[in-house]
T-cell receptor
């Protein structure tokens, strides 16, 4: 099931740029997540929103700023990133925080 | 600290062979999920196991949750090229339901 969409699919940005990643879920879920996936490392949970309220922030640098305007949309605002931030950024949603998570296709981010 | 260890990290087999991948932890999980991820895509949920000792089958895939709910295995019978992908396990802790992911096992099935 591909009820979670992410745009853009690929993004190349310089360290001084500002960009935003967008996630939209069409599943009627009320929890949304941002994960970072780097090569050969476990998925790292970055942020969790439940009913539009941020409930988890895993010590993510302030150059990453999430926004959840409603239960269907989630953004990740990026500012002055570092090359080590290059990774696949995955969005997921679930019916609630204890329910199964469904992932989007991800945004492949390259910071130059 | 990685709570979930997956092994092997990489597995290459011929079509028709069987394979098993493992997911181990020292932590107890309330449930454990298996995902398959293909290049350029997000993980797709395959199964959730909840009860210690539980066995679930999904066509040629057999999933087992350890009796102590600390480990799990995925067995594929007569693998096909379509089974190629990164297999991820993810355990849910009791604290608030957060998922802990393993680093994955990359499986390549060649014709």
């Amino acid at each position: 099931e591909t009820g979670v969409t992410q745009t853009p699919r690929h993004l190349v940005m310089g360290m001084t740029n500002k960009k935003s990643l967008k996630c939209e879920q069409h599943l009627g879920h009320n929890a949304m997540y941002w994960y970072k996936q780097s090569a050969k490392k476990p998925l790292e949970l970055m942020f969790v929103y439940s009913l539009e309220e941020r409930v988890e922030n895993n010590s993510v640098p302030s150059r990453f700023s999430p926004e959840c305007p409603n239960s269907s949309h989630l953004f990740l605002h990026l500012h002055t990133l570092q090359p080590e931030d290059s990774a696949l950024y995955l969005c997921a949603s679930s019916q609630g925080k204890d329910y199964e998570q469904y992932f989007g296709p991800g945004t492949r981010l390259t910071v130059t | 600290t990685q709570l979930l260890e997956q092994s092997p990290q990489f597995l290459s087999i011929q079509e028709g062979e069987n394979l098993t991948v493992y997911c181990n932890s020292s932590s107890v999980f309330s449930s454990l999920q298996w995902y398959r991820q293909e290049p350029g895509e997000g993980p797709v949920l395959l199964v959730t196991v909840v009860t210690g000792g539980e066995v679930k089958k999904l066509k040629r895939l057999t999933f087992q949750f350890g009796d102590a709910r600390k480990d799990s295995s995925l067995h594929i019978t007569a693998a096909q090229p379509g089974d190629t992908g990164l297999y991820l396990c993810a355990g849910r802790t009791d604290s608030w339901g957060k998922l802990q992911f393993g680093a994955g096992t990359q499986v390549v099935v060649t014709p």
